[in-house]
């Protein structure tokens, strides 16, 4: 078995790809070991000394580590952790039934479930498969008075870049495509 790694914005966030499905549906954030208790897959990683945080994707897993520790000298023990989950055969998420996070967390009606359809849509369409590729995501928290909040997972959550896409990037995009919004801002959950 072959795992490759890439690099993301966040110099403190590396992507694994197993060359296989990690989770059939959605993503799943782990921001602590504390909150990794129904995936073994992240159990595993944070067992590795120096793991901070966890984010599976679809296809990936991008692990974070704690300022002051190589890549060099962690690198190997996440490889294996992912090799040795794989090869167990344990599913990524264990507990039957939950939902892995991700998709849109708030929900909306009258008025404005035009406009949050629009925006779902927009960011289902063109900015979630762009943050995945650098090992995130990000996910619809709220509408309100022109007014987008979202909530940056995986490598985007403590990006250096992180502001930057937030207001140059998604908030032109909707902006352009939407004209009742004014702002996007970013919300910690």
């Keep these: 078995m072959f795992i490759q790694t890439e690099s993301t914005p966040n110099p403190a966030t590396l992507k694994f790809l197993p060359g296989q ?3 059939e549906v959605g993503t799943a954030d782990f921001p602590s070991a504390d ?3 129904t995936s073994p897959l992240a ?13 599976l994707g679809h296809d990936f897993v991008t692990v974070t580590k704690a300022e002051g520790i190589e890549w060099d000298h962690l690198k190997p ?9 794989v090869q167990s055969g344990a599913p990524a998420i264990a507990t039957e039934g939950a939902a ?7 929900h909306h009606d009258g008025e ?3 406009i949050v359809g629009q925006i779902k849509s927009l960011l289902d369409s063109r900015v979630r ?10 996910t619809f928290h709220g509408f309100e008075r022109g007014v987008v909040y979202l909530h940056m997972q995986g490598a985007c959550a403590g990006c250096p870049s992180s502001t930057l896409t937030l207001k140059m990037g998604i908030e ?5 495509y939407i004209p009742e919004v004014t702002e996007v801002r970013p919300v910690a959950v």
Aim: net charge negative.
């Design 172 to 176: 032109n995009l909707l902006r352009h």
């Design 100 to 106: 892995p996070a991700g998709g849109h967390a708030d």
């Design 21 to 23: 499905s990690v989770l």
């Design 35 to 37: 909150s990794a208790a």
């Design 43 to 55: 159990s595993r990683l944070f067992a590795v000394d120096g793991v901070t945080g966890v984010f």
């Design 112 to 114: 404005d479930a035009e």
């Design 77 to 85: 023990a996440l490889l294996g952790a992912i090799m040795e989950h």
């Design 129 to 138: 498969p762009a943050v995945a590729q650098d090992g995130g995501d990000i």
